[in-house]
C-alpha cells in the first residue's frame, strides 16, 4: 500500500469517526430507565418496593445477581455470539433477510442482545426506518457500555407480562425469590418468556410455560451447558406458581427512605427482616385488642444498642387503616413524652453531685412561683429515696431536682441529643418539661434510651447500611451462675436501718460538669458511665408500680430496665426498654389526639413492650450491666443491733458521709443532725453540695471524732473492709497520702450502746 493510499485511509476514518461522533452527540442515547424504588433489608432481601412512575414493576437487577447459569441461559436462547459482535451480527442479518426472502411471513430475526436493549429503551414501530435506527442505537450502546452492563440492561427491561418488567421483578413477584437464588428450572422459565409476554403469562399459562421450559431445558443438555443430574433434576420440578404481591414490610420507614433518597434504585436499610415482620404481626394483633378501649394505635422502635442500628421500625397498627390514620407515622409524631424524661433528669444530677440512689428527696405539696406539680396518684409521701422517686415515677420530687439543677442546663443536653422541638422551644420551657411539657418523638425518646445502653454516649441512629458502627463501651463478663447477673454482685442495696439515715453525697467518676466531650468516634458524652449505670439499677427494679398486673410472678418477664410514661389527658402511653443487646421504643394512643381512661404507660404500653421482648430477644443476653471499674458496694453486720447497713456504690469522689442518731431530723442547715456522731468529709475534685443543699468546704474533723466513734469491720462479716480507726492517724490533715477513699466507706458498730455507725 502505497504512501497516498494509507493517507487516503487514514483520513477516511478520521472522517468517519468524526461523522459517529457528530451523529453520536446529535442523536444521544436515551434517558437510563425509571426503576422501581425497593428498601433492602440487612440481609439483602428486599422489604418494600414501590412501583416506578410510569407505574411498572421494574426493580433493578443488579450485576452480582446475574449468575453464570442466567447468564448462559438467557445468551444461548437469544445471542450466542454476543460476546463477539459490536451490537450487530452482519451474518445474522444476511441469514435472516434470506430465510425470510424464501418464505412467507416472517420465520427468523437477526436482533441481538443489544438491540433488543435498543428497542427496549425507544419502543417504535417496526419500520425499515426504525430498524436502521435501532442499528444506530445498538452501536452506540456498545460504544458507551461494558457487555455485562448491557446485559444487565436486557435483563432489567425485558418484559413479563402486565405491568411487570425485568428479571427481579418477575422473580420476586413469581417466585418470591431474586435472580441469584433460582433454580435452573425457574431461570430457564424465565428466559424463555420475554419473547412471548403476553402468550406465556405466569400464573394463567403454566402448562403452555412448563411445555417450552423442558424442551429448552432439553435442548440445553443436548448442547453440554449443564450437567446431565442438573438436566434431569430441572426437568421434574413442577411449575406450580401464581403472582404475589409486592414485598410491603415497613411501609413508614420504607417511605422516608425513599424520600430521602430520591431516585436511588434501592437503599439498603439496617432492619432485619425477621425482627420487622414480628414487630409489626405483634404490634397490629396486639391494638386490635384494644380497639374496645378506644385505642386505636401504636408505633414500635427497635434499636440495636451496639450498632445503633434501627432493627424494626413500626410506624403505626396498619398502615393500610385509612380510618385510624395508619399512613401516619408514629415514630416520628411529635407528642408529649409524660415522664419519659425523668431518668435523663436524675442521671445528670448524678453526675453533678447533686443527688445518690439512697438520698432522700421531700415529696410534699410545693409551690414553685405558682407552679404546683401533683403526683399521679395525687398523694405525697413524704421524705422518698431518689431511687423510690424515680422508679415511682413521682412528679414532685422530679419538679425539685429540675428546679435545682436548672431547666436551661436540662434542654440543653436534650438539643445536643437530637429534640428539635425542645431546642425550637428552649427559650419558653419551663418545670413542667420534666411532666412532659415539651414536644418529643419516639425516635428521639428511644435513642436517649439507648444512650444509657451505651453509658452516657449519645450518637445519631443509623437507618441505612453505611451509617459508621460504634465500638459498644461496656466489656462481657459472663455471670458465674448464668443468670444475667454480673460477676461482682453491685446492686444498690436497701438501707434496712429504720433508726437511722446513711447519705451519700459525690460527683460520679468523669462528671464534666454540664458541658459534653466529643468522643473520637464522633459520640456526644452526655453523661458518664457512673451515672448510667445507677440509674440503669434503678430502672431495672421490678418493685413499681408499673408493673402490669398479671406480670408480678411471670415467667417470661424480660431481664430489661424499662420507663413508662403518659400524657396529660391520658392522649399518649409510652415504655422504653432496654437490656445489653436491644432498646426497643412503644408509644400506644390515638393520631386524632383523644385520649382514653385505660391509655396510660403501664396498662397498655409495656405489655408490648414485654412482648416484642420475649419475642425478639427473649432472654438473649446472658450478661447484665457491668458497673463502672471504680465503683465498689459492701454490707456489714451490726453485732449489737442485729442488722445490716448498706453503703451504696461509690467511687474515688466521695463528698461526704453522715450518719445520725435515731430521731434526729433532716434540716436544710449545714448541721444535717441534731447530735452528729460523725461527720466524714472526703475531698472531692472542687467543694461540691452535699446532703439537702449544705456546702461541704471545710477539711475532715479532728481525728478523736473519728477514733473514738469507729472500728474496723470483721473480716469475716463484711467485703471489702478498711480499719476506719487508722485512717485517723492523719490527724487534721485529710485525706493521708496513702488514702484509697473507694475503700473505706465499710464500717461496723463497735459494740457498745449509743456508739454504733449507720
Known amino acids: 500500500m502505497t504512501r497516498q493510499h494509507k493517507a487516503r485511509l487514514g483520513m477516511t476514518l478520521l472522517v468517519g469517526s468524526l461523522i459517529l461522533l457528530g451523529l453520536d452527540r446529535l442523536f444521544p442515547l436515551p434517558f437510563a430507565p425509571q426503576y422501581s424504588p425497593i428498601v433492602l433489608a440487612a440481609d439483602g432481601s428486599v422489604l418494600h418496593a414501590y412501583l416506578n412512575p410510569t407505574q411498572k414493576w421494574r426493580m433493578k437487577t443488579e450485576l452480582r445477581e446475574i ?18 459482535h459490536f451490537g450487530v451480527n452482519p451474518l445474522a442479518i444476511v441469514k435472516a433477510a434470506t430465510r ?99 402468550g406465556l403469562v405466569l400464573g394463567k399459562h403454566n402448562a403452555a410455560i412448563l411445555k417450552e421450559r423442558n424442551r429448552w431445558l432439553r435442548r440445553f443438555g443436548g448442547q453440554n451447558l449443564f450437567s446431565k443430574q442438573a438436566i434431569a433434576d430441572a426437568l421434574l ?126 415529696d410534699v405539696p410545693t409551690n414553685f412561683r405558682g407552679y404546683r406539680p401533683e403526683n399521679f396518684d395525687k398523694r405525697c409521701h413524704g421524705e422518698v429515696t431518689v431511687e423510690r422517686a424515680l422508679a415511682f415515677s413521682l412528679n414532685i ?62 450518637q445519631a441512629l443509623a437507618w ?25 454482685k453491685t446492686r444498690i442495696l436497701e438501707n434496712v436501718v429504720r433508726s437511722k439515715k446513711l447519705e451519700l453525697v459525690h ?10 466531650e466529643v468522643t473520637p468516634g464522633g459520640q456526644i458524652s452526655l453523661f458518664s458511665e457512673s451515672a448510667a449505670y445507677l440509674t440503669t439499677d434503678i430502672l431495672a427494679q421490678l418493685t413499681r408500680p408499673d408493673l402490669p398486673v398479671g406480670y408480678e410472678t411471670s415467667r417470661r418477664l424480660p431481664k430489661i430496665a424499662w420507663k413508662t410514661g403518659t400524657s396529660y389527658g391520658r392522649r399518649d402511653a409510652w415504655s422504653i426498654g432496654y437490656n445489653r443487646e436491644y432498646t426497643t421504643g412503644v408509644w400506644v394512643g390515638n393520631f386524632s389526639g383523644h385520649g382514653a381512661p385505660a ?31 471504680a465503683w465498689i458496694s459492701g454490707w456489714c453486720a451490726l453485732r449489737a443491733a442485729a442488722r ?64 473514738a466513734k469507729l472500728k474496723a469491720c470483721p473480716t469475716d462479716d463484711c467485703r471489702h473492709t478498711t480499719p476506719l480507726a487508722s485512717l485517723c492517724a492523719a490527724g487534721p490533715k485529710w485525706p493521708p497520702a496513702s488514702f484509697h477513699p473507694w475503700r473505706a466507706l465499710t464500717m461496723c458498730s463497735t459494740g457498745e450502746k449509743g456508739s454504733s455507725y449507720y
Not at 424520600?259 to 386490635?288: C, H, M, P
Not at 460527683?507 to 459534653?516: E, K, Q, T
Not at 405489655?607 to 425478639?616: I, V
Request: charged fraction near 15%; proline fraction near 8%; charge should be positive.
Open 237 to 362: 420440578e413442577p411449575l406450580d406458581v401464581q403472582r404475589h404481591a409486592a414485598p410491603a414490610l415497613a411501609p413508614h420507614l420504607a417511605r422516608r427512605l425513599v424520600r430521602q433518597f430520591a431516585g436511588q434504585a434501592s437503599i439498603s436499610s439496617t432492619l432485619q427482616r425477621s425482627k420487622q415482620a414480628k414487630a409489626e404481626d405483634l404490634t397490629r394483633n396486639y391494638v386490635r385488642r384494644l380497639h374496645a378501649l378506644g385505642i386505636t394505635n401504636a408505633a414500635v422502635l427497635v434499636v440495636n444498642n451496639r450498632t445503633r442500628a434501627v432493627e424494626a421500625y413500626v410506624g403505626s397498627a396498619d398502615f393500610g387503616d385509612i380510618n385510624n390514620q395508619g399512613q401516619n407515622d408514629g415514630v416520628l409524631a411529635v407528642r408529649s413524652p409524660g415522664s419519659t424524661l425523668k431518668p435523663f433528669l436524675y442521671a445528670l444530677a448524678m453526675d453533678q453531685g447533686l443527688l445518690t440512689p439512697k438520698q432522700l428527696l421531700p
Open 644 to 707: 445490716r447497713v448498706s453503703i451504696a456504690p461509690i467511687s474515688s469522689s466521695i463528698i461526704s458521709c453522715r450518719a445520725c442518731r435515731r430521731g434526729s431530723a433532716a434540716s436544710t442547715s449545714a448541721r444535717c443532725c441534731w447530735r452528729p456522731m460523725a461527720r466524714v468529709c472526703i475531698a472531692g475534685p472542687v467543694p461540691r453540695q452535699p446532703v439537702f443543699g449544705a456546702s461541704c468546704t471545710q477539711i475532715c474533723p479532728p481525728a478523736w471524732l473519728l477514733s
Open 67 to 84: 449468575t453464570p447459569v442466567l447468564r448462559t441461559a438467557i445468551i444461548e436462547k437469544e445471542d450466542r455470539y454476543f460476546y463477539y
Open 599 to 629: 391509655l396510660t404507660g403501664s396498662e397498655v404500653a409495656t405489655p408490648l413492650l414485654f412482648d416484642l421482648f420475649n419475642a425478639l430477644a427473649y432472654n438473649s443476653p446472658n450478661n447484665w450491666f457491668l458497673p463502672p471499674a
Open 507 to 516: 460527683p460520679l467518676p468523669s462528671a464534666r460538669g454540664l458541658g459534653s
Open 100 to 198: 425470510n426472502a424464501f418464505t412467507q411471513g416472517r420465520t427468523t430475526g437477526a436482533s441481538t442482545i443489544t438491540m433488543q436493549v435498543a428497542r427496549l429503551l425507544e419502543p417504535k414501530e417496526r419500520t425499515v426506518a426504525n430498524k436502521l435506527l435501532e442499528i444506530m442505537r445498538a452501536v452506540q450502546l456498545e460504544a458507551h457500555y461494558s457487555k455485562d452492563e448491557i446485559l444487565q440492561l436486557y435483563l432489567n427491561l425485558i418484559p413479563y407480562g402486565g405491568n411487570v418488567e425485568g428479571v427481579k421483578s418477575a422473580a420476586l413477584l413469581y417466585f418470591q425469590q431474586p435472580p441469584d437464588y433460582l433454580s435452573l428450572a425457574q431461570t430457564v422459565t424465565l428466559a424463555i418468556i420475554p419473547n412471548r409476554p403476553t
Open 464 to 488: 441505612t447500611t453505611s451509617h459508621d458502627l460504634n465500638n459498644w463501651p461496656y466489656p462481657l463478663a459472663p455471670s458465674p451462675k448464668g443468670e444475667g447477673e454480673p460477676a461482682l
Open 397 to 458: 420530687p422530679a419538679v425539685s431536682v429540675l428546679a435545682e439543677l436548672g431547666v436551661p442546663a436540662f434542654t440543653d443536653k436534650l438539643t445536643q441529643a437530637g429534640f428539635r422541638r425542645v431546642a425550637r422551644d428552649a427559650p419558653h420551657l419551663g418545670l413542667s418539661t420534666i411532666l412532659g411539657g415539651c414536644g418529643a418523638t419516639l425516635e428521639e425518646l428511644t435513642n436517649l434510651y439507648v444512650t444509657l445502653a451505651n453509658g452516657g454516649r449519645y
